[in-house]
């Protein structure tokens, strides 16, 4: 792929999560966990782990972290995303490069170790372990969540044509 079809796949990926970034940012908190969100932008880069690999999935996460924190979020949204975003993102691309893994279990993994690194800086911030009980409630909302963005993901994949990401 020349450079310049390169620039623009990754201008519509990063566009695309960066809209499903403001979209969930407009829905109101429907879950009983306080702050827990699907993680849709994650389908965007699950679709790049498992059609692009790891480092453009990184690079993606990385530059959708950094965008969508500087628009809808705050400062202190973008060390949480980023802190979750690295272990999450991190782990998926090890689990996949095993094979041993399916994209659902990679995906609800990532989501398990999002909640685990956003747990990490809130202890962080508040110099004290005490938030550790709530990574018990956010382990069910990773699984929930993971599984969703994995099964979305599975299916973008299936239904995506390889020409699209080509090299």
Same mark, same amino acid.
């Given at each position: 792929?020349n450079r *310049?079809?390169?620039?623009?796949l990754y201008g @519509?990926?990063?566009a695309?999560? =960066?809209a499903?970034?403001y979209?969930?940012s407009?829905?109101?908190? +429907?879950?009983?966990?306080?702050?827990m969100?699907?993680?849709?932008?994650? @389908?965007?880069?699950?679709? @790049?782990? !498992?059609?692009m690999g790891?480092?453009?999935? %990184?690079?993606?996460?990385?530059?959708?972290?950094l965008? @969508?924190?500087?628009?809808f979020g705050?400062?202190m949204?973008? &060390? !949480?995303s980023l /802190?979750?975003?690295?272990l999450?993102?991190?782990?998926?691309?090890?689990?996949?490069?095993t094979?041993?893994?399916h994209?659902?279990?990679?995906?609800? /993994?990532g989501?398990v170790?999002?909640n685990?690194?956003?747990?990490?800086?809130?202890?962080a911030?508040?110099?004290?372990a /005490?938030?550790? &009980?709530y990574?018990?409630? %956010?382990w +069910?909302?990773? =699984?929930?969540a993971g599984?969703?963005? *994995?099964?979305l993901?599975?299916? %973008?994949? /299936?239904?995506?044509?390889?020409?699209i990401?080509?090299?």
């Amino acid at each position: 792929m020349n450079r *310049g079809k390169k620039v623009a796949l990754y201008g @519509v990926i990063v566009a695309t999560a =960066l809209a499903l970034g403001y979209l969930e940012s407009l829905l109101p908190p +429907f879950f009983v966990i306080p702050g827990m969100k699907l993680g849709l932008t994650n @389908v965007v880069v699950l679709v @790049v782990l !498992y059609r692009m690999g790891g480092k453009s999935a %990184l690079a993606v996460n990385g530059l959708r972290i950094l965008l @969508v924190s500087f628009l809808f979020g705050s400062g202190m949204s973008f &060390w !949480y995303s980023l /802190a979750g975003g690295l272990l999450s993102g991190i782990s998926m691309i090890l689990l996949k490069r095993t094979g041993k893994f399916h994209i659902v279990t990679v995906s609800v /993994a990532g989501g398990v170790l999002h909640n685990v690194g956003q747990i990490l800086v809130a202890m962080a911030v508040l110099r004290t372990a /005490a938030v550790g &009980w709530y990574l018990l409630v %956010l382990w +069910f909302a990773g =699984l929930f969540a993971g599984a969703l963005v *994995g099964v979305l993901g599975a299916f %973008l994949c /299936a239904r995506l044509s390889p020409k699209i990401f080509d090299k």
